[in-house]
């Protein structure tokens, strides 16, 4: 069955991936923005998910020519809202304990970007025992480990118990789970193994845990169409080891994929306003193009996704 | 739908109520030495009183299957004579040749009779024949309409039932469990709940399970609300897993 999963995983990816370069001048920062980011999430953010699509796409060798080539232009477009790493460098050295332009500087780190001030800058941090011991949920101090480890520099991270002290570490009962919950889980897996590039982050019972669970979990959201976390909880299926990447969830996701390339990231009515469009779906055309790409490269590279 | 039928529906869903709640006291040791017998005497429409006991099946001789003991004469006879009103079908295909629903039924139908067959003094007196085991008893690739009908088959996780239908839940124990925490997630206590008679079993029997039986049950037993047969249910899991070493009932 793995032969139809990889075909329609690239389908999914390239239209995402192109919807989001289509419309990528959507995605500017104002000109007057400062390191401060009165809203961060509103376009700072999705820039960062964005260049962390594009990052995956390039890293990932199974992309065809055309894919790679709009991956990077993603990412040329988030390098110049970021002033070539300026505002990423300036926000981290004004705030000091801010874990994001270390993560969002990680997604270009990965593709090959870099910027002198913000190396030397991560590499002071990293040996500050304030920013060690920032107090931060397990699964979110795994981001900030993976992002580090991008970034080249060390924070002194026990991989092995970091995971164990997250929600997915603790075999938790799985009819207990709730939406937040879900997206941290999926979370947890994507840190540990760099979303799919090293499948054996994840320890064992952990991914036999997912194993058992991954399939009721996309079962009961894909029940209720939500698709953003339907499609995350398949990016998890597709970083096991032994890939879990149900045909019949790729097909379900491909039918609901628009025409252009949008994903829908609920069942709620479509905005007809193209600016609306964008900023309700950004995110799920991400995650959607990550799914697919990371599908796409662990089905050629292993024996073979299974459906459960 | 029309007015009679609509009655006749409510007068058969409180007859249903009335005997699960009958049932639970006789479970619980309180209540008439003859609960079904007096349930049907007492019942003001005797027809409806024999479908309660024809759709409950198995389960009202739960207190004697879980226990071991006799049931009354009086309570094998009104059992037989809901047997007798309400009969099974003679052929009744599995699926997917014939209808998933009747093939239930036909099976619950038959652990009745397996139940009376053990539990009536004076020995047999019910010939029903076993329904075709058929394809359907495993998931093939649905584990999720698998444990659906695992759940309309529960009555059959009662002890001395056995045969094809438990036999194959022991062969499935992670479908079972995916069943449960689907049903869990989508707030469907009363399949939950029936599903966790066979993961009770599973766990009596020592079948290696991915999850805890007893906190699952405590979580249902939590969102029973006023429901008698839902109530029913988690009160025979609670039962089947008491009767593991090492357990107490709760």
């Given at each position: 069955?793995?032969?139809?999963?990889?075909?329609?995983?690239?389908?999914?990816a390239?239209?995402?991936?192109?919807?989001?370069?289509?419309?990528?001048?959507?995605?500017?920062?104002?000109?007057?923005?400062?390191?401060?980011?009165?809203d961060?999430?509103?376009?700072?953010?999705?820039l960062?998910?964005?260049?962390?699509?594009?990052s995956?796409v390039?890293?990932?060798a199974?992309?065809?020519?055309?894919?790679?080539?709009?991956?990077?232009?993603?990412?040329?477009?988030s390098?110049?809202?970021?002033?070539?790493?300026d505002?990423?460098?300036?926000?981290?050295?004004?705030?000091?304990?801010?874990?994001?332009?270390?993560?969002?500087?990680?997604?270009?780190?990965?593709?090959?970007?870099?910027?002198?001030?913000?190396?030397?800058?991560?590499?002071?941090?990293?040996?500050l025992?304030?920013?060690?011991?920032a107090?931060?949920?397990?699964?979110?101090?795994?981001?900030?480990?993976?992002?580090?480890?991008?970034?080249?520099?060390?924070?002194?991270?026990?991989?092995?118990?970091?995971?164990?002290?997250t929600?997915?570490?603790?075999?938790?009962?799985?009819w207990?789970?709730?939406?937040?919950?879900?997206?941290?889980?999926?979370?947890?897996?994507?840190?540990?193994?760099?979303?799919?590039?090293?499948?054996?982050?994840?320890?064992?019972?952990?991914?036999?845990?997912?194993?058992?669970?991954?399939?009721?979990?996309?079962?009961?959201?894909?029940?209720?169409?939500?698709?953003?976390?339907?499609?995350?909880?398949?990016i998890?299926?597709?970083?096991?080891?032994?890939?879990l990447?149900?045909?019949?969830?790729?097909?379900a996701?491909a039918?609901?994929?628009?025409?252009?390339?949008?994903?829908?990231?609920?069942?709620?009515?479509?905005?007809?306003?193209e600016?609306q469009?964008?900023?309700?779906?950004?995110?799920?055309?991400?995650?959607?193009?990550?799914?697919?790409?990371?599908?796409?490269?662990?089905t050629?590279?292993?024996?073979?996704?299974t459906?459960? | 739908?029309?007015?009679?039928?609509?009655?006749?529906?409510?007068?058969?869903?409180?007859?249903?109520?009335?005997?699960?709640?009958?049932v639970?006291?006789?479970l619980?040791?309180?209540?008439?030495?003859?609960?079904?017998?007096?349930?049907?005497?007492?019942?003001?429409?005797?027809?409806?009183?024999?479908?309660?006991?024809?759709?409950?099946?198995?389960d009202?001789?739960?207190?004697?299957?879980?226990?071991?003991?006799?049931?009354h004469?009086?309570?094998?006879?009104?059992?037989?004579?809901?047997?007798?009103?309400?009969?099974t079908?003679?052929?009744?295909?599995?699926?997917?040749?014939?209808?998933?629903?009747?093939?239930?039924?036909?099976?619950?139908?038959?652990?009745?009779?397996?139940?009376?067959?053990?539990?009536?003094?004076?020995?047999?007196?019910?010939h029903?024949?076993?329904?075709?085991?058929?394809?359907?008893?495993?998931?093939?690739g649905s584990?999720?309409?698998?444990?659906?009908?695992?759940?309309?088959l529960?009555?059959?996780?009662?002890?001395?039932?056995?045969?094809?239908?438990p036999?194959?839940?022991?062969?499935?124990?992670?479908?079972?469990?995916r069943?449960?925490?689907?049903?869990?997630?989508?707030r469907?206590?009363?399949?939950?709940?029936?599903?966790?008679?066979?993961?009770?079993?599973?766990?009596?029997?020592g079948?290696?399970?991915?999850?805890?039986?007893?906190?699952?049950?405590?979580?249902?037993?939590?969102?029973?609300?006023?429901?008698?047969?839902?109530?029913?249910?988690?009160?025979?899991?609670?039962a089947?897993?008491?009767?593991?070493?090492?357990?107490?009932?709760?």
């Open positions: 069955m793995t032969a139809p999963v990889t075909s329609t995983a690239h389908r999914i390239t239209r995402a991936l192109g919807w989001l370069h289509t419309h990528r001048a959507r995605a500017g920062l104002p000109a007057d923005t400062t390191a401060d980011l009165g961060p999430n509103s376009v700072y953010k999705p960062g998910e964005t260049a962390l699509a594009g995956l390039l890293r990932d199974a992309a065809g020519s055309t894919d790679k080539r709009i991956a990077k232009e993603l990412l040329d477009h390098w110049a809202q970021f002033r070539q790493g505002l990423l460098y300036e926000r981290q050295l004004r705030h000091q304990l801010m874990t994001d332009p270390l993560e969002t500087y990680a997604h270009f780190a990965r593709s090959g970007y870099h910027h002198e001030g913000m190396a030397r800058l991560l590499r002071h941090n990293a040996g025992a304030s920013v060690r011991a107090e931060v949920v397990p699964n979110r101090r795994l981001a900030i480990a993976n992002a580090a480890r991008l970034a080249g520099v060390d924070l002194g991270t026990d991989w092995d118990a970091l995971a164990r002290a929600w997915l570490g603790a075999a938790a009962e799985p207990a789970i709730d939406w937040m919950t879900a997206y941290a889980m999926t979370h947890t897996v994507f840190h540990l193994t760099d979303w799919g590039g090293r499948p054996e982050g994840l320890p064992v019972e952990m991914a036999g845990y997912l194993t058992t669970w991954l399939p009721v979990w996309i079962d009961i959201w894909r029940e209720v169409s939500q698709w953003d976390l339907v499609a995350e909880l398949m998890v299926g597709a970083c096991l080891e032994e890939p990447c149900d045909p019949e969830s790729w097909a996701l039918a609901v994929q628009h025409e252009d390339g949008l994903v829908p990231r609920d069942g709620e009515p479509v905005a007809e306003d600016q469009r964008f900023v309700d779906h950004q995110h799920t055309a991400v995650v959607a193009a990550v799914a697919g790409c990371v599908a796409v490269a662990r050629l590279t292993t024996t073979g996704g459906g459960a | 739908m029309r007015p009679a039928e609509g009655s006749v529906r409510a007068a058969y869903a409180d007859a249903i109520a009335v005997l699960a709640h009958r639970l006291d006789t619980r040791g309180v209540g008439d030495t003859a609960p079904l017998a007096g349930f049907v005497e007492g019942a003001a429409d005797p027809k409806a009183a024999l479908a309660a006991i024809r759709i409950i099946g198995a009202t001789l739960a207190a004697q299957a879980l226990g071991g003991a006799a049931a004469p009086g309570d094998v006879a009104a059992v037989r004579q809901a047997a007798a009103v309400f009969p079908p003679v052929h009744v295909p599995a699926p997917p040749e014939g209808s998933a629903e009747n093939w239930a039924v036909a099976w619950r139908d038959w652990a009745t009779a397996r139940l009376l067959e053990r539990h009536a003094d004076g020995g047999a007196e019910t029903a024949p076993q329904p075709a085991a058929g394809p359907a008893l495993a998931p093939n584990w999720q309409s698998w444990a659906v009908l695992m759940a309309q529960s009555p059959l996780s009662l002890p001395g039932v056995e045969g094809p239908v036999d194959a839940a022991r062969r499935h124990p992670v479908s079972l469990a069943g449960i925490t689907r049903a869990m997630l989508r469907d206590y009363p399949t939950a709940a029936r599903l966790a008679r066979w993961i009770a079993v599973l766990h009596r029997d079948v290696p399970l991915p999850l805890d039986p007893a906190p699952l049950v405590e979580h249902i037993s939590l969102h029973a609300g006023g429901g008698t047969r839902l109530a029913l249910d988690v009160a025979i899991a609670r089947l897993l008491a009767t593991t070493p090492g357990r107490t009932a709760g």
